[in-house]
T-cell receptor, first 115, second 113 residues
Framework: GAVVSQHPSRVICKSGTSVKIECRSLDFQATTMFWYRQFPKKSLMLMATSNEGSKATYEQGVEKDKFLINHASLTLSTLTVTSAHPEDSSFYIC???????????FGEGSRLTVL | QKEVEQDPGPLSVPEGAIVSLNCTYSNSAFQYFMWYRQYSRKGPELLMY????GNKEDGRFTAQVDKSSKYISLFIRDSQPSDSATYLC?????????????FGKGTRLSVIA
């Protein structure tokens, strides 16, 4: 099946620093990727929709200047958490549409801990 | 009312039991329905994908969609300890290639050997 790779899987940083998370589709081209955030005991919350070559579409309440999303190629999207704070600590997951229409494949997720 | 409701559990069953997981939804425009399995600290893994109403079977897993009742189910037969995970239902109004999914909160399942 289609594979989506996410890196890093775990990152710890100091408050005020920026962290970049990469999401790669390994065996297919993904024109659209999605970024989610997951809190303990809560569902996946969509943060933004990332389309290759254009600006990301952010969900209401998500700060686009804080969560910078770049989708420069058909196989790579990045999420940069700028000036991270402890409340940004969470599990961030990307997904991309599969080769069969209507299916999404997820990355393994990235655990961000901001001290 | 939230768009997708899912009992968070936790649900604990003995090995070999039949497990029934369910979600209800309010948006009648949903056409695509999925079940994902998520192990601790991992990304969700697609288990079942169905379009519109009906049943779909894959090994020990059966997905049911009842659009008239806005209700979907996932059945797991002969449950195994390796099935212990969080199961998320998800749905969308269109082809999720460019339409984001709406998720339930997930049901945590434990299968006891």
């Amino acid at each position: 099946g289609a594979v989506v790779s996410q890196h890093p899987s775990r990152v710890i940083c100091k408050s005020g620093t920026s962290v970049k998370i990469e999401c790669r589709s390994l065996d297919f081209q993904a024109t659209t990727m999605f970024w989610y955030r997951q809190f303990p005991k809560k569902s996946l919350m969509l943060m933004a929709t990332s389309n290759e070559g254009s600006k990301a579409t952010y969900e209401q309440g998500v700060e686009k200047d804080k969560f910078l999303i770049n989708h420069a190629s058909l196989t790579l999207s990045t999420l940069t958490v700028t000036s991270a704070h402890p409340e940004d600590s969470s599990f961030y997951i990307c997904s991309a549409s599969g080769v069969r229409g209507g299916e999404l494949f997820f990355g393994e997720g990235s655990r961000l801990t901001v001290l | 009312q939230k768009e997708v409701e899912q009992d968070p559990g936790p649900l604990s069953v003995p090995e070999g039991a039949i497990v029934s997981l369910n979600c209800t939804y309010s948006n009648s425009a949903f056409q695509y329905f999925m079940w994902y399995r998520q192990y601790s600290r991992k990304g969700p893994e697609l288990l079942m994908y169905t379009y519109s109403s009906g049943n779909k079977e894959d090994g020990r897993f059966t997905a049911q969609v009842d659009k008239s009742s806005k209700y979907i189910s996932l059945f797991i037969r002969d449950s195994q300890p390796s099935d212990s995970a969080t199961y998320l239902c998800a749905m969308s109004v269109g082809n999720s290639g460019n339409t984001p999914l709406v998720f339930g909160k997930g049901t945590r399942l434990s299968v006891i050997a």
